[in-house]
């Protein structure tokens, strides 16, 4: 039986998820641990799938490790901890092509297109679904200069080698993008605060028609003083 988990790279802990898939077939969970840990050194800090092939009546197990998503490939290879949650807004790198070319190297055995440049093709439609530029554009520019053969040499042989030069221009660009992110953001923020300000202001505010009275003022007794009775005639 094949026994699918999803581990991170070199710490895979015990919990109750992965108690109740071995716990039954009674195979030994510290060994298998300590076997994935060792198997999935390499992707440490990454999400990875794991098949555990086991055969039930010896109790012995082989270990694969697939390839991770790209989606983490990607996030390690710029060091992020998560992805644009607006991807059109926000951007949390700046990639070269042979960076997204390395990546697409370790992901091609296990995507389901056949030819290399397919591969390469795909990673950076996980750029832009990330928000990750690539080559200082927006994925879809990069795209569009792959199908009109920019990038052909690299990709034909698969270049993953980066040039130092280069390599400080794009993180120089992306220096610059975060500031003006940070700044629109900044903003954004003072623009919010002041609707909210104006708000609660206009709350607290008299209703249209009422106004105040002066202060010190007192309002006018509802009673009247009685008026004295009118003298009888002798």
Not at 24 to 34: A, D, F, H, K, Q
Not at 144 to 151: A, L
Not at 164 to 169: D, H, N
Not at 215 to 223: A, D, K, L, P, V
Request: with cysteine; aromatic share 2%; charged share 30%.
């Amino acid at each position: 039986m094949i026994i699918k988990l999803l581990v991170e790279g070199g710490n895979m802990t015990p919990g109750p998820a992965i108690a109740q898939q071995l716990g039954p077939i009674g195979i030994n969970l510290g060994e298998v641990i300590s076997q994935v840990n060792e198997a999935t050194q390499q992707f440490k800090g990454i999400t990875v799938p794991v098949h555990l092939e086991v055969d039930t009546a010896t109790k012995e197990f082989t270990i694969k490790v697939l390839s991770p998503p790209t989606s983490e490939l990607l996030k390690k290879e710029l060091g992020i901890e998560k992805a644009s949650g607006e991807r059109l807004k926000t951007i949390v790198g700046n990639l070269a092509i042979e960076q997204v070319i390395a990546i697409a190297k370790t992901k091609h055995a296990n995507m389901l297109s056949k030819e290399f440049p397919a591969s390469v093709k795909s990673v950076i439609g996980t750029c832009m679904a990330l928000g990750v530029l690539v080559e200082s554009k927006e994925p879809k520019d990069i795209l569009e200069e792959i199908k009109k053969g920019k990038y052909k040499e690299e990709i034909e042989a698969q270049k993953t080698e980066l040039d130092l030069a280069k390599k400080k221009k794009l993180a120089a660009h992306f220096k610059k993008i975060t500031k003006e992110q940070e700044v629109a953001k900044a903003a954004e923020e003072a623009e919010k605060a002041a609707e909210e300000a104006a708000k609660v202001a206009a709350a607290a505010a008299p209703a249209e028609g009422e106004e105040e009275a002066p202060e010190g003022e007192e309002e006018e007794s509802e009673e009247k003083p009685a008026e004295s009775a009118p003298e009888e005639k002798k």
